[in-house]
């Protein structure tokens, strides 16, 4: 299948992932979720330690879908997209090496992350409720205004 001259890929993880599109206006396609850096690869097989990097790819991913998400409440095509495929992904690894083996790289992450972030804002982000997001996104709409 081709859209726009790109070669659309199926693979273990994308149901439902595609690119949309009519009239030369195609909306979605993301190359690592459903284009050719899709295409599973025969005769690969990852060793532990390179499916727990993949584990850190894409929980990265994943939880930059989420911060965005939580400091801007605006997403796109692509995350949409992203969103779903790095969970799959994350999940299909847990079934195979363990929860165990990925939740130590899951949490690996997420304390790089945290370092990184303002210490207020991953507070509010892990912990606070609605209004708490709320007023984040005011703060910050508020912050790039001047």
Request: aromatic letters at 12%; proline letters at 2%.
């Given at each position: 299948?081709a859209?726009e001259?790109?070669?659309?890929c199926?693979?273990?993880?994308?149901d439902?992932?595609?690119p949309?599109?009519?009239?030369?206006?195609?909306?979605?396609?993301?190359?690592e979720?459903?284009?050719?850096?899709?295409e599973?690869?025969?005769?690969?097989?990852?060793t532990?330690?390179?499916?727990l990097?993949?584990?850190k790819?894409?929980?990265?991913?994943?939880?930059?879908?989420?911060?965005?998400?939580?400091v801007?409440?605006?997403?796109?095509?692509t995350?949409?997209?992203?969103?779903?495929?790095?969970?799959?992904?994350v999940?299909?690894?847990?079934?195979?090496?363990?929860?165990?083996a990925?939740?130590?790289?899951?949490?690996?992450?997420?304390?790089?992350?945290?370092?990184?972030?303002?210490?207020?804002?991953?507070?509010?982000?892990?912990?606070?409720?609605l209004?708490?997001?709320e007023?984040?996104?005011?703060?910050?709409?508020?912050?790039?205004?001047?």
């Open positions: 299948m859209q001259g790109r070669r659309i199926q693979n273990s993880d994308n439902y992932l595609f949309r599109g009519h009239e030369g206006c195609v909306i979605g396609y993301v190359d979720v459903n284009g050719e850096g899709a599973e690869v025969a005769g690969f097989k990852p532990r330690h390179e499916l990097q993949l584990v790819y894409w929980y990265g991913r994943l939880l930059d879908i989420n911060w965005c998400w939580f801007y409440a605006q997403t796109g095509s995350e949409i997209r992203l969103g779903p495929f790095a969970q799959r992904r999940n299909r690894a847990a079934a195979v090496i363990g929860e165990d990925v939740g130590k790289a899951i949490e690996e992450v997420r304390n790089d992350f945290k370092a990184k972030a303002d210490a207020r804002l991953w507070e509010i982000f892990e912990n606070g409720n209004k708490e997001w007023a984040v996104r005011d703060e910050i709409e508020r912050a790039s205004r001047k």
